[in-house]
């Protein structure tokens, strides 16, 4: 449907995926010897830095699932990362402090939510699909706002953190950080072994023609309905992590500003490809951090760089790459 | 006598104030290969798509070995084993033609709520898959882009991908439109060889094709059916030809 010929060729071709793979673990690498930079300069300052993309990185890649290989361009991702968030939050301050009982808990919010509503805004499909997810998006927006037990609008600090088995891992910034990359190691592995198989090309094809897939015998609403879920798990465990990042959880993580930033994510980083939304979130977080130290107004030129890549860099940034390493392969066959 | 494979019973639908299907009733029995003709707009496709449950039908059933389908999603037909092809091409673009028949087989092996293994290098479905193409000429095809094939490449693999279902009764939208006369004629050896194992309901202007093919003919002519019978009968139908055959091969 709507995201079709950008996320053509990255798929199947094993060149192409043998090359993506390679910029994948070289980009976790360098993610993982960002504590040690970060010990030469800036003191934690780096390391905060990485962390806060690869929590972007794990909510953009779930939502890549959606928009990229599901043709599903939902506007109100950023609920399940705040629901997430939230179950964290909430937990904490309740003095529920096992990972183990908040991880199921807010596998369990964000799981329940993707099934109602995406029920409901699967029915629908291109502009009103975007505009009923922003709704559903907005009304857990203000619920969140209206929990005053819980810091309503201004939302919750929280002066502890979670406890994972009686260590302390989620309480050093290394063990955190540590947590964060392995996590996103493992949705980046899970959501590209998806891509491949027997869901994933249901999933895939639907996208491109639903009404081909519905005459073979699929029912294309249930394989989209469980790919909603799917990644609204995921984006619930960026939401964890934001919670333990940050120590601090407000309504505005669920903002549709934030789940316009994660549609940013994805088209300028490569709809449906490997590594796009990865090296999306990357290059967001960093570009924010570089135009925001020259002006306030960053936006003012992020803006036109979305611009100029969505209209020249066809396949994101992940295409223009692979583009780079392997220009002499030939398109298309 | 034998029962049929597929009943439309006094199907009726309209758009608005045209009536694209006027109290229809075919069958289609084992074995047979039953040819729709009638000319442009006369509702052919409409019809075939509200048997494989793509246009709601305003009344009448739809009967699929006994079993009333009238109510069934498209999904739910295809998987009772109803097949069908699109006059318009209708394939996964950018799949490989062996990707989007394996895609099809996929559906007839069941369990696709599999998350992790590579779909790609199952071989059941790859072989069969590739034995569905080989059918159709289109063996050296499957690794190209569907979407990059010729025209009439894109019309085989159409058929490739309603063979791969393995169905029992096939619907064939005009499978040779847009086709030459060389690439007609081979596809109408093809499906006589096919006619043996799948019961067909086939469209198609090509009369020469049909005359070939069917052992029944139906004339549809705004909506309704003015004849039925054998291509001998069809051919000497004084309503049948002034509707239709009169001007398909004067
Ligand atoms: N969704 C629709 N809404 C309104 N009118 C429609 C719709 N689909 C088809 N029609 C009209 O119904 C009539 C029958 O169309 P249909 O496509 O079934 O004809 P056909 O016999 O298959 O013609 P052809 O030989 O050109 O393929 C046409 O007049 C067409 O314009
Ligand atoms: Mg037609």
Redesign the interface.
């Known amino acids: 449907m709507t995201a ?1 010929a950008l ?2 060729a990255a ?2 071709r094993p060149a192409g995926r043998r090359c993506a793979v390679g910029i994948a673990l070289g980009i976790f690498v360098l993610l993982a010897l960002t504590p040690l930079l970060s010990q030469l300069y800036g003191g934690g300052y780096l390391t905060t830095l990485a962390m806060r993309a690869m929590i972007l990185a794990i909510a953009a890649i779930s939502l890549d699932l959606l928009i990229g290989q599901g043709g599903m361009v939902s506007f109100g991702h950023a609920a399940f990362v705040a629901l997430g968030a939230y179950a964290y939050g909430i937990a904490i301050d309740e003095g529920v402090y096992s990972i183990f009982a908040i991880l199921p808990a807010a596998f369990a919010a964000a799981g329940l939510f993707a099934l109602v509503t995406g029920a409901i805004s699967l029915r629908t499909r291109g502009v009103y699909f975007i505009m009923i997810t922003l709704a559903f998006a907005q009304m857990l927006y203000f619920a969140m706002g209206s929990l005053s037990r819980y810091g309503a609008d201004d939302g919750l600090t929280l002066w502890s953190s979670a406890d994972v088995a009686g260590t302390g891992l989620l309480k050093s910034d290394t063990g955190l950080f540590l947590s964060i990359l392995a996590a996103l190691v493992g949705v980046w592995l899970l959501v590209n ?2 891509a ?7 999933l ?2 639907a996208r ?2 639903p ?10 609403f249930r ?1 989209r309905l ?1 790919a909603y879920v799917i990644a609204a798990l995921i984006a619930a465990l960026a939401g964890v992590f934001w919670g333990a990042q940050a120590n601090f959880v407000s309504p505005a993580i669920g903002s549709w500003q934030r789940s316009g930033d994660l549609i940013a994510i994805v088209v300028l980083g490569g709809m449906g490809s490997r590594n796009g939304a990865l090296i999306g979130a990357l290059f967001l977080v960093f570009i924010e951090e570089v135009l925001s130290g020259i002006t306030h107004d960053w936006r003012l030129i992020f803006g036109p760089m979305l611009v100029l890549i969505a209209l020249y860099a066809h396949g994101g940034l992940a295409g223009w790459i692979e583009r780079l390493q392997g220009p002499r392969r030939s398109g ?2 | 006598m034998t029962d049929p494979v597929l009943e439309i019973d006094r199907l009726t639908k309209s758009f608005g104030a045209l009536c694209v299907t006027d109290d229809v009733t075919v069958t289609l029995m084992p074995g047979e290969c039953h040819a729709l003709i009638g000319p442009n707009g006369a509702g052919k496709s409409t019809l075939v798509h509200q048997v494989s449950g793509l246009v709601r039908p305003d009344r009448g059933r739809i009967l699929f070995q006994g079993r009333d389908v009238t109510a069934l999603s498209q999904h739910a037909r295809a998987q009772a084993g109803l097949g069908r092809s699109f006059q318009i091409t209708s394939i996964i673009p950018e799949f490989t033609a062996l990707e989007n028949v394996a895609l099809a087989a996929q559906a007839r092996a069941g369990k696709s709520f599999r998350f992790f293994r590579d779909a790609g290098r199952e071989r059941a479905l790859n072989e069969t898959a590739r034995a569905c193409l080989g059918q159709l000429g289109l063996g050296d095809r499957g690794d190209l882009v569907a979407g990059e094939l010729s025209h009439g490449e894109k019309r085989l693999l159409e058929l490739a991908i309603a063979l791969a279902g393995a169905p029992k009764a096939l619907l064939l939208d005009e499978p040779m439109a847009g086709m030459g006369r060389a690439e007609s004629a081979t596809l109408t050896q093809t499906l006589l060889g096919l006619k043996a194992r799948y019961p067909m309901l086939l469209i198609e202007h090509d009369m020469e094709a049909v005359f070939t093919l069917a052992d029944r003919v139906s004339v549809l002519v705004a909506g309704a059916i003015v004849a039925t019978g054998t291509p001998k009968e069809i051919r000497n139908n004084p309503q049948a030809r002034a509707a239709y055959l009169g001007e398909a091969t004067a």
């Not at chain 1, 897939?213 to 699929?218: H, I, K, P």
């Open positions: 079709s996320s053509a798929d199947g072994r998806i491949v198989s027997r869901f994933g090309r249901v895939r094809a491109q023609n009404t081909r897939v519905a005459t073979m015998g699929y029912s294309v394989y469980t298309g066959g």
